[in-house]
């Protein structure tokens, strides 16, 4: 992956959640117009970036500078759920293949289940879900956050859908 | 051969306990791995409190009390706090692929909202929000027909005032659905004084035979619910000979 900026026109659904954030200085300035920018790693022998991976199944990946994965479930997701009351969450330690299931949202007295999209080790959940389940609706990309775990397998990583290919899939499903 | 509306099997197991209810489902819900295979489940059980996800209001202190009484206790994997099923009781388990509903949910939301603004607002397709809506109007349907007025609110459920007259609660993996919703019909409501009927404090329950004053049993609304089942959700009905 290159070392640059990636520098990509959201749309709106994404831009109201994601934080702005300043390039650095010490790289060169991309001629792209842009609406958000996303954190770089700058580290060249990783192959991973922190752009978000989606699942069929509306569920997102990130994967962090320490290589770990954060998931949780995307604007669409939380829309189609209506307001979250209840965060049912993995134990710590739980190992999950691809497309196990890792646990339940409930809202309008529903119990939706969660589809893990990546095989690895749950290595911390989100606590404030306990209190603020409500965080799902409201941030569903950063501090409504579901779990993280280890990617041990990371080609997987290639079969989830980029942020292009999951607004093309959500549109599919809209028309 | 299937039109443009979704088949949806009408499945009468009559009474049968919640264990066999939960086993049966699976056998529904397994059945849509290899194509479209709607089905609605009708049953009774024998009395029964049931609680849903949320473990933690409900630890075994709390729940073995309810077995003294001579009711089986279950914990389910369904939305919705804790309930009770009992003779008397019309349960209805629409297993559901929802994506197959999808037509149908634009062409309610476009009827309902024709070009108006409220069009933007209304639950995405194959979303459980919308299919827990239609449930609820479904059960509407089937209490006006019968001459009680129910009402929705924001607590999921449908109640004439402050009385429940009937409870939901349901479970959704990859699109398709299981549990339901359990209307009274002449159940023993007294069942539901040891519990806080879905945890809501300060509100009741009631039937439809409290409503109209006289016996309205499970055999007398289920073709009110079934005509309101295929209404809301532009399905057609088939049942085995």
Known sequence: ?175 | MQGSRPLVRVVRLGLVSYQEGLRLQQVYVDRHRSGPAHSLLLCEHPPVYTTGIRHQPYPASRLDPLRLLGAEVHRANRGGLITFHGPGQLVCYPVLDLSGFRKVCRAVCTAACAGSVTRVLSPPPQSVRWYVAQLEKTVVSACGSLGVTATTSPHTGVWVGDNKICAMGIHCGRYVTSHGLALNCNTDLSWFSHIVPCGIEGKGVTSLSRELRRDVSVHEATPHLLAAFGEHFHCELSEDA
């Open chain 1, 1 to 175: 992956m290159a070392a640059y900026a990636l520098l990509r026109s959201m749309s709106s659904s994404f831009s109201s959640v994601l934080p702005l954030l300043s390039r650095s200085g010490s790289l060169s300035p991309a001629p792209l117009a842009v609406k958000t920018l996303f954190r770089r790693t700058l580290a060249s022998s990783s192959r991973f970036s922190a752009a978000l991976k989606f699942t069929d199944k509306h569920e997102w990946v990130r994967v962090e500078d320490d290589g770990i994965g954060t998931v949780g479930i995307s604007n669409f997701a939380q829309e189609a759920l209506g307001d979250v009351v209840y965060c049912g969450l993995p134990e710590v330690g739980t190992q999950l293949a691809q497309q196990d299931e890792f646990g339940a949202l409930e809202s309008v007295k529903a119990a939706s289940e969660l589809y893990s999209p990546l095989t690895g080790e749950v290595v911390e959940v989100n606590s404030l879900l306990a209190d603020k389940p409500g965080l799902v609706n409201k941030s569903c990309y950063k501090d409504g956050w579901l779990m993280k775990m280890t990617i041990a397998k990371p080609a997987e990583l290639d079969s989830l859908m980029d942020e292009a290919a999951y607004e093309r899939y959500i549109r599919s499903i809209e028309d």
